[in-house]
């Protein structure tokens, strides 16, 4: 057992040695490094140390393997997020995508744009009531107006006069948003079954939100308010221009591009004020303008 330990202990030595023989500076400048310093360049001049520094330093910032991708949100839960991120890329092209393809062959466009209209109304008490919060009273009197016209001039909701006559476009408020303009970070990141990206903050924002939501309390079944929603999804999903496949296309890892993505929307959208118009500076529509059948495109 001495004699095992003792031959250990010489080879670590003798290991040691030669690496403090190799870093040594008047052991390692052997006479080929002092013939390649004494390198001449083309034009006659002697290479010096700069150029050599130079290269080094041009080197260093091409090397790919020196830098690292910035993480704009932490993600310690980043195993199960892409296994339920799988589970939802399968189920949108094995289900929810050529559900929408078919509801396309059933309903015409025009028709689908007023059914996006319609649940876009519904939800104005969400964006209204979060812009308030926010004391955005722009962005919360923009909302009031165009509930009002769009549900009368409108009719219910199925057509934009606000936007399409007015200008005057819905903002983009939510929960989350306003948790996030008085500094609420976003957490981590989530990806959710079926929904898909978020965070603990914007998850918790749309759980609050949905307390909000009319079809709340329309005395529907559970069933039935699942179905609504799954309706409103699809219809989105059939207005859509491929968007999604577009992603998995272009992107060497699609999860790292739509994190990263959603992060920086969600950043913008607390930062940045969201309404498009002055509506106190232009006018609210043309009266001229008013009429139905030009909504609808004939």
């Given at each position: ?8 202990l ?5 290991l ?10 008047a052991?390692?400048e ?22 050599a ?20 949100i ?25 559900v929408a393809?078919g509801?396309?062959l ?40 165009r ?12 057509f ?10 819905k ?22 079954p ?9 998850g918790?924002g ?14 529907l ?7 609504i ?11 859509d ?11 060497l ?30 006018p ?8 139905p059948l ?5």
């Open positions: 057992m001495l004699r095992i330990v003792t031959i250990l010489t080879s670590y030595f003798m040691l040695g030669l690496v403090f023989a190799a870093t040594d500076p052991v390692a052997s006479p080929k490094v002092t013939a390649a310093a004494a390198t001449e360049s083309p034009d006659g001049i002697p290479a010096d140390d700069f150029d520094d130079f290269d080094a330093d041009f080197d260093d910032d091409f090397d790919s393997s020196s830098t690292t991708p910035e993480r704009l932490a993600d310690p839960l980043e195993p199960f997020n892409r296994g339920v991120f799988w589970i939802n890329d399968k189920l949108y092209f094995y289900f929810f995508k050529p393809k509801y396309r059933v309903l015409p466009r025009p028709a689908r744009v007023s059914v996006s209209h319609f649940f876009s109304n519904l939800a104005t008490p969400i964006r209204a009531g979060n812009a308030l919060l926010q004391c955005e009273f722009r962005s919360f009197g923009t909302e009031i107006y509930f009002v016209i769009n549900s009368t001039f409108g009719i219910a909701g199925l934009d006069p606000a936007a399409n006559i007015g200008g005057v476009k903002t983009s408020k939510d929960f989350g948003q306003t948790l996030g303009r008085y500094g609420v970070g976003p957490g981590f990141y989530l990806v959710l079926i929904v898909g990206p978020s965070s603990l903050r914007d918790t749309a759980f609050v939100d949905s307390f909000a939501d009319p079809l709340r309390y329309a005395n079944r559970t069933r039935e308010y699942l179905a929603k799954f309706w409103a999804a699809e219809n989105r999903l059939s207005l221009q491929d968007t999604y496949e577009g992603v998995i296309a272009d992107s890892d699609p999860y790292l591009f739509i994190r990263s993505a959603y992060a920086q929307l969600r950043q913008a959208h607390i930062t940045q004020n969201s309404y498009d118009i002055n509506m106190f500076e232009e609210a529509f043309d009266s001229r303008n008013l009429d030009e909504w609808l495109g004939f």
